[in-house]
């Protein structure tokens, strides 16, 4: 196993992305041209050692001619296991009058409220002053 990895999921997409290049039968320099993305970086991303941006997936997306959401769910922003298919990264994906910078910042503060409410849970209460006094 490499060093350096971020992760599972990352890693897991990155797996995807390949493999979905090479059926679209393009090189990473190919894909690099199509999408604005640097070969290095792209080379990275399916290494699985780097994490890519909500735009970034936007581009390969539309390059590799794969769902935007099929990505977003292969990335951990978005949950595939949502039967309403109503969440708020998909709401905040979806919003045309957000940037894509504005939407990644978004999910970014939106993943680190839920794992700091993660953490919380896995905390004993009692040893928190004042817990449940403003509840």
Partial sequence: MAKGKVGH??????EYLKEQRLDSRLSLRQLAE???V????????ERGLRR?????LQQLSKALRVSADQLYARAGIVGLDDSTGVTVEN?????????ERQKQSLLDVYSSFLALNA?????????????????
Avoid at 38 to 45: A, F, R
Avoid at 119 to 131: I, K, N, R, T
Wanted: aromatic share 2%.
């Fill in 119 to 135: 953490q919380a849970e896995l905390e004993p209460h009692d040893s928190q002053p004042g817990a449940g006094a403003n509840r």
């Fill in 34 to 36: 199509m999408t604005g």
């Fill in 91 to 99: 709401a905040v994906l979806n919003d045309p009058l957000l940037t």
């Fill in 38 to 45: 640097s070969n290095p970086y792209l080379s990275q991303i």
């Fill in 9 to 14: 999921t990352v890693a897991g997409l990155g």
């Fill in 52 to 56: 890519p941006s909500a735009q970034v």
